[in-house]
């Protein structure tokens, strides 16, 4: 079965740092991963995605993630945090091949201190 | 990507009562996937709504409590049944565009508070 497991619940950086999110993944087969972001009182924005084409994937507001099949990772990177970044961020896989079902992992809350 | 409103933003409701929640799309999508959101918590699917077929719920969540009507292309409704404080949540709803691979967006949500 298809599982995301964020590594860490919390992450705290000051402004200008680089921003590090883990996300390791189990699944069966080649996997689809997202990453979504969400502000307070906000619904979920699509960060950026990977489909089994480039594994380096850019995504909006300089992020990136690399998707890393022999460690099972799908770690999301920025090279300078910025105040507006502070939210909750998901990582997703998706299930079963076939369903298009989405398989969230429990979030991490990133505090952007300045 | 989709434009996609739900309505109510907010509510607060009393127990026993009931709460539909309305999810508007701009464009024609097949599949519509209903969620809800526990105080600090991940995501959990309710369940995938299709036009033209009932709707597929997930583990522990079930008809008789989640009602979910789908329409047509560009609607779909869920009701919250005989409501208790547990269901208090945020539910969003969100559409899978085929021709985006897989990608899912959200509506805003609906953030439901019950006394």
């Known amino acids: 079965a298809q599982s995301v497991t964020q590594l860490d619940s919390h992450v705290s950086v000051s402004e200008g740092t680089p921003v590090l999110l883990r996300c390791n993944y189990s699944s069966s087969y080649s996997p689809s991963l997202f990453w979504y972001v969400q502000h307070p009182n906000k619904g979920l924005q699509l960060l950026l995605k990977y489909t089994s084409a480039a594994t380096l994937v850019k995504g909006i507001n300089g992020f990136e993630a690399e998707f890393k099949k022999s460690e099972t990772s799908f770690h999301l990177t920025k090279p300078s945090a910025h105040m507006s970044d502070a939210a909750e961020y998901f990582c997703v896989v998706t299930g079963t091949s076939g369903t298009y079902k989405y398989i969230f992992g429990t979030g991490t809350r990133l505090k952007v201190l300045a | 990507s989709a434009v996609i409103s739900q309505k109510p933003s907010r509510d607060i409701c009393q127990r026993g009562t009931s709460l539909t929640i309305q999810c508007q799309v701009d464009s024609q999508v097949t599949m519509m996937f209903w969620y809800r959101q526990q105080p600090g918590q991940s995501l959990t699917l309710i369940a995938t709504?299709?036009?033209?077929?009932?709707?597929?719920?997930e583990s522990g969540f079930v008809i008789d409590k989640f009602p979910i009507s789908r329409p047509n292309l560009t609607f779909s409704t869920l009701t919250v049944s005989n409501m208790s404080p547990e269901d208090s949540s945020i539910y969003l709803c969100?559409?899978?565009?085929?021709?985006?691979?897989?990608?899912?967006?959200f509506g805003p949500g609906t953030r439901l508070l019950v006394l």
């Open positions: 709504a299709n036009q033209g077929s009932e709707a597929t719920y």
């Open positions: 969100s559409v899978d565009i085929a021709s985006t691979q897989e990608t899912q967006y």
